[in-house]
């Protein structure tokens, strides 16, 4: 088992940043690909980010925050990282982190652990 608790959302202006932090524990962390995936009011839950295994691993971003967010790990903290900067209203949703053993995956289904979300509400 995986334990994943997200935190650091908020509400902020349209062009603010904030960075939202998931700290894991039970499993070895290192071994998980993580992902950042975000869900708002009456739509379906999308890909945000992810990051392989390794620490300075490769990074995979949705088209719609390429550019603007950053997904990073540390592996000594057992935490996932993911910044976001210029932010827009559009960017306001529940924001999940997700583990998945083995390759990173852009598909909400591949992921085995799921933390709690963290609301991020932009304001325009």
């Known amino acids: 088992q995986v334990q994943l608790v997200e935190s650091g959302g908020g509400l902020v202006q349209a062009g603010g940043s904030l960075r939202l932090s998931c700290a894991a524990s039970?499993?070895?962390?290192?071994?998980?690909?993580m992902g950042w995936f975000r869900q708002a009011p009456g739509k379906e839950r999308e890909f945000v980010a992810a990051?392989?295994?390794?620490?300075?691993?490769?990074?995979y971003y949705a088209d719609s925050v390429k550019g603007r967010f950053t997904i990073s790990r540390d592996n000594a903290k057992t935490t996932v990282y993911l910044q976001m900067s210029s932010l827009k209203p559009e960017d306001t949703a529940v924001y999940y982190c997700?583990?998945?053993?083995?390759?990173?995956?852009?598909?909400?289904?591949?992921?085995?652990?799921w933390g709690q979300g963290t609301q991020v509400t932009v304001s325009s």
């Open positions: 997700a583990a998945v053993q083995g390759p990173h995956s852009t598909n909400d289904f591949r992921y085995d652990y």
């Open positions: 039970g499993r070895t962390f290192s071994a998980y690909a």
């Open positions: 990051i392989s295994w390794y620490t300075g691993g490769s990074t």
